[in-house]
């Protein structure tokens, strides 16, 4: 199957199409179905071949040189309906922040996007905009995530924000997931565009929760070829620990890949694996327990 992505707007996520039989490249305009009307949309990124059993709808034509004048018309109405909008939500003193706006390729709907504290009472504002535009108007209340999404950016690693390039929905973000990855608790490094956690901290989630599985925890003791210590720290990414080694004169770290400890520390991780209390109630080389054997709440 023959599928390319596509945009109908500047931002906002991709649309799957097949498009056996057509010849596209980055930029060019197509005509496609949408659950509304016939919409024009741009190629996104270049066409690729996917073994899917997806019901992948396709596309129509390719857009014709009177359809994309007629597209860039309505961006030049967008733009007029923005700002006609503004004046009149000030002329009704409403609160509310005006997002964007988009026709539909039949310019027989108008909906405006905006965002706001709370609810906001604007049945007198749609009587306005569709005395103005002489079309069926619709106001949508958006969140700052779904703004960002709308209006798109460069996220702070430097590429497209993920809401706006591949993201169909949003999954919970929360501060526990920053602090198994081991982040400082910092809103300007953990908050995106839209002034939210990073939807980028839920993608790494399965491989920290499989590393927390497999390795130890800071405080656990491990054995190590040159003798037994304590985990001050673990790098979860690398799969590294770092093991303090105290002794009469001296205290010492050194590193270690936790490859080179597992086949040593085998019957801990088993143990941590099946939910057990694992490297916390593991004994010394005296016999001795390190810790209480107390589960940390």
Same mark, same amino acid.
């Given at each position: 199957m023959k599928i390319v992505n596509l945009r109908t707007r500047? @931002? *906002? =996520?991709? +649309?799957?199409? %097949?498009?056996?039989?057509?010849?596209?490249?980055? $930029?060019?305009? =197509?005509?496609?179905?949408?659950?509304?009307?016939?919409?024009?949309?741009? =190629?996104?990124?270049e066409a690729y071949v996917e073994d899917s059993k997806e019901d992948i709808p396709s596309i129509k034509r390719l857009a014709s040189d009177k359809e994309l004048e007629k597209y860039y018309d309505i961006c030049a109405k967008?733009?007029? @309906?923005?700002?006609? &909008?503004?004046?009149?939500?000030?002329?009704?003193? /409403?609160?509310? !922040?005006? =997002?964007? &706006?988009e026709y539909s390729f039949d310019l027989r709907k108008l909906t405006f996007y905006f965002t706001a504290d709370g609810r906001v009472d604007f049945r007198e504002l749609v009587k306005d905009l569709a005395y103005a535009f002489r079309t069926r108007i619709e106001l949508r209340q /958006?969140?700052? %995530?779904?703004?960002? #999404?709308?209006? $798109?950016?460069? *996220?702070?690693? $430097? %590429?497209?924000?993920? &809401?706006?390039?591949?993201?169909?929905?949003?999954?919970?973000?929360?501060? #526990?997931? @920053? %602090?198994?990855? *081991? +982040?400082?608790? !910092?809103? $300007?490094?953990? !908050?995106?565009?839209?002034?939210?956690?990073?939807?980028c901290l839920?993608?790494?989630?399965?491989?920290?929760?499989?590393?927390?599985?497999?390795?130890p925890e800071p405080g656990a003791r491990v054995r190590t070829p040159v003798g037994m210590g304590v985990v001050t720290d673990v790098n979860y990414i690398e799969e590294t620990l770092s093991v303090k080694f105290v002794s009469e004169n001296d205290t010492e770290i050194n590193k270690f890949n936790w490859a080179e400890l597992e086949d040593l520390n085998r019957d801990m991780s088993k143990r941590n694996a099946s939910g057990g209390s694992g490297f916390k109630d593991y004994p010394d080389m005296n016999g001795s327990y390190g810790d209480s054997g107390e589960e940390e709440g």
């Open positions: 500047d @931002a *906002g =996520v991709t +649309l799957r199409y %097949r498009c056996e039989g057509f010849s596209l490249s980055l $930029g060019d305009a =197509v005509i496609i179905d949408t659950e509304a009307c016939e919409e024009i949309a741009f =190629v996104a990124q967008e733009k007029d @309906a923005f700002f006609k &909008c503004k004046e009149l939500i000030a002329a009704r003193n /409403i609160e509310m !922040n005006l =997002v964007d &706006c /958006i969140g700052s %995530r779904d703004q960002a #999404k709308l209006v $798109g950016g460069i *996220g702070m690693c $430097g %590429r497209e924000l993920c &809401c706006c390039s591949f993201l169909n929905k949003f999954a919970p973000v929360n501060l #526990k997931l @920053a %602090r198994s990855q *081991g +982040l400082s608790l !910092n809103p $300007g490094k953990l !908050n995106g565009a839209c002034g939210r956690l990073m939807c839920q993608f790494e989630k399965e491989a920290y929760d499989d590393a927390h599985r497999r390795l």
